[in-house]
């Protein structure tokens, strides 16, 4: 039959096979589509399309930052930029990332919600090592990201990739070779409960420090499928200063003070939140037992590097990947989701609900959740009008380069400047991602036994 819509349709869209909407977040909606281009036929495509800026002024800068940090990324660890579109038009742009099944929001709930069982340490150890791994290439490539949480970390699924992590979501990374210079923010920043201390205490530059505060963060939630700091947030006010999250967060580690963390006067909160937070200042740590991790283990060591309030003590992406903790078994493996024991069972975590009524320009009729796997057999999805504008890709050549690839540390390196102060959002204490998905259909699939575990997939 032939899709009348598709003669109004942009050339490049037509390479593509719309699914439907898989999400949204901040700056845009997210699309599932699958190739129809020979070489690339069926292959699975995560579309993102930007909103417009809140002027109507064509491509949002967050949106220009994105590509040109993507376009130049090229690591395992990091989600691929495959396509980049703009739409004249409207300015509306779509950028087209390699697909991937599951992110680490969705693999916890499942365990938290549907399980009721850990995630097995193995697993634990392979995500770790890979957010580590392509973190270390970010921070060595003068990129921050800046948001990082369990959505932002994807895993892919079945197929040659299945259970290798990619880092994605750079709406808010910034490259900070010239980080003297400010740069203009739109004020939305790391969601609260994975901000680094001294950002809540008002520093006025991001380090590489704040993305391991908020690994840290993510693996102490993959050991006990809680957010590890769960702060409410202020709505009421554009300041840093989330007293709720940091007394959250010195409840656990226990407060910090100037002989730990030597700069902690010359930040501009510091003493407010002193005068402001009630009750005995405990020094005392007990995040061990929240994550019931024994002290002299090497997990507990390395979290506690990751969870260092002096964030030039924190752990640097670099040297956690040398910790001993990757060293004792069960080592880690480029397939995190395959079983280690032998007679451990493959966990078939749930995959993306897709509302396939949903077109590009997000017209469709009564939002319809299913699973990835019955859209893809929808092929009727395929008939939803897209742009109707020209659009042509853009002239990506031009862009400038990222610094060559080097050891970046966050000791001694300056970072970049906070602009503008995050804007609290999401409800107070359900989950940021809680409400934005509908609860999946289908559970565990392809149960069966692990056969013998094969050395390729171990890491060198
Ligand atoms: N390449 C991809 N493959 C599959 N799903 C993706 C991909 N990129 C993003 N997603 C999913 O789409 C959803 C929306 O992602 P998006 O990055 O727009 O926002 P977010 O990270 O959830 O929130 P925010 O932008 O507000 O921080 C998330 O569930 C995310 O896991």
Redesign the pocket.
């Known amino acids: 039959m032939v899709d009348a819509s598709n003669r109004t349709r942009p050339s490049w869209l037509q390479q593509y096979e719309l699914v439907g909407k898989?999400?949204?977040?901040?700056?845009?909606l997210?699309f599932l589509a699958k190739s129809k281009l020979s070489a690339n036929k069926g292959v699975h495509i995560?579309i993102?399309k930007f909103k417009q800026s809140k002027e109507g002024d064509g491509v949002s800068p967050t949106a220009i930052r994105e590509i040109m940090l993507l376009r130049e990324c090229d690591h395992e660890n990091v989600?691929k930029l495959v396509n980049v579109h703009i739409n004249h038009t409207d300015m509306s742009l779509y950028l087209a990332?390699?697909?991937?099944?599951h992110?680490l929001?969705e693999i916890i709930r499942h365990h938290r919600e549907k399980l009721s069982t850990p995630i097995n340490q193995y697993t634990v150890k392979s995500l770790l090592w890979q957010i580590l791994n392509g973190l270390n290439y970010l921070h060595s490539n003068w990129i921050i990201h800046r948001?990082l949480?369990p959505?932002?970390i994807?895993v892919m699924g079945d197929g040659d990739e299945h259970g290798v992590v990619?880092i994605?979501?750079f709406?808010l990374a910034r490259i900070y070779q010239a980080p003297l210079k400010p740069l203009g923010d739109n004020g939305v920043v790391v969601?609260i409960w994975y901000r680094a201390p001294e950002l809540l205490l008002g520093a006025k530059h991001y380090t590489t420090a704040v993305d391991m505060w908020a690994v840290g963060c993510i693996f102490a939630e993959l050991l006990t499928l809680k957010p590890l700091f769960q702060g409410i947030e202020d709505k009421s006010t554009h300041n840093p200063l989330q007293l709720d999250q940091l007394d959250k967060i010195f409840r656990v580690l226990g407060h910090p003070t100037p002989e730990k963390w030597p700069t902690l006067n010359n930040l501009p909160y510091w003493q407010t939140s002193r005068q402001r937070m009630q009750g005995p200042k405990s020094e005392s740590c007990v995040l061990h037992q929240v994550v019931s991790l024994q002290q002299k283990s090497a997990a507990y060591d390395l979290l506690s590097k990751m969870l260092e309030y002096d964030p030039c003590k924190r752990i640097t992406a670099a040297q956690a990947l040398e910790h001993e903790y990757f060293r004792c078994e069960p080592v880690p493996g480029r397939n995190s989701l395959v079983p280690i024991q032998p007679n451990e069972k493959v966990i078939g975590y749930p995959q993306?609900p897709v509302d396939f009524s949903a077109d590009f320009e997000c017209s469709g009729s009564q939002p319809q959740m299913v699973t990835s796997s019955h859209a893809v057999n929808n092929t009727g999805a395929a008939s939803v009008p897209g742009p109707r504008a020209m659009s042509q890709q853009l002239p990506l050549g031009n862009m400038p380069r990222l610094a060559p690839y080097g050891i970046a540390g966050q000791t001694g390196m300056p970072g970049l400047p906070v602009n503008n102060l995050p804007v609290p959002r999401g409800p107070q204490q359900p989950h940021p991602?809680q409400g934005?998905?509908k609860e999946p259909i289908g559970g565990i699939q392809n149960p069966g036994h692990y056969a013998s575990q094969s050395k390729s997939r171990r890491m060198q």
């Open positions: 898989i999400g949204e977040g901040t700056y845009g997210v995560a993102k989600v990332f390699d697909y991937a099944e992110d929001y948001d949480k959505s932002n994807l990619k994605g979501d709406g969601t993306r991602q934005k998905r």
